[in-house]
């Protein structure tokens, strides 16, 4: 789970592992943002400061490991 992911310039690798049924719209739309769309999707994205913030959001529902 990801918590208290902070920016830098590093590249983030974030993975859904729970599905959106039952939780906030709020929650839904940001993992929608993220670009996933289904659990075991991943992405990558950059550790900026906007993406950080998603993150915070649904620390829940998302793994976040550092792309190698």
């Known amino acids: 789970m990801a918590k208290n992911v902070t920016p830098s ?3 983030l690798e974030i993975t859904q592992i729970k599905g959106v049924i039952g939780a906030k719209q709020n929650q839904r739309e940001t993992l929608r943002s ?5 659990i075991g999707h991943t992405v990558v994205r950059t550790a900026d400061a906007v993406t950080v913030g998603m993150l915070n959001t649904v620390p ?9």
């Not at 829940?60 to 190698?68: C, D, Q, R, S, T």
């Open 9 to 11: 310039d590093a590249q």
């Open 34 to 38: 993220l670009g996933l769309k289904r």
């Open 60 to 68: 829940h529902l998302v793994n976040v490991e550092e792309a190698k």
